[in-house]
Nanobody, 117 residues
Framework: QVQLVESGGGLVQAGGSLRLSCVVS????????MGWYCQGPGKQRDPVAT???????NYADSVKGRFTISRDNAKNTVYLQMNGLKPEDTAVYYC???????????WGQGTQVTVSS
């Protein structure tokens, strides 16, 4: 299992930027996929961006060209750089990790992102 701690959320005006961080601890070598998900008020939790152990990256269509997922293995940290933020990006953002063969799935506590118009 792994533990995930997010930070970096906040209030920003439309067009602004934020960088979310997710610090990973525990059985890091057992992680196959890491990602960021978002959950807006009254909505389901949806994937925003994922990165696999071999660095394959996928983005939701709504964030392509605006958000960038990356990781720093030396710091055991995954980032989500969010540029060109829109009010519809307002949500709680969760860091997620999934083990090989789906042996486990872990979630962070979430960090609130609010974009004002």
């Amino acid at each position: 299992q792994v533990q995930l701690v997010e930070s970096g959320g906040g209030l920003v005006q439309a067009g602004g930027s934020l960088r979310l961080s997710c610090v990973v601890s525990g059985s890091i070598d057992s992680i196959n996929v890491m990602g960021w998900y978002c959950q807006g008020p009254g909505k389901q939790r949806d994937p925003v961006a994922t990165i696999t152990s071999d660095s394959s990256i996928n983005y939701a269509d709504s964030v392509k060209g605006r958000f960038t997922i990356s990781r720093d293995n030396a710091k055991n940290t995954v980032y989500l750089q969010m540029n060109g933020l829109k009010p519809e990006d307002t949500a709680v953002y969760y860091c997620h990790a999934r083990g090989y063969l789906r042996a486990f799935t872990s979630w962070g506590q979430g960090t609130q992102v609010t974009v004002s118009s």
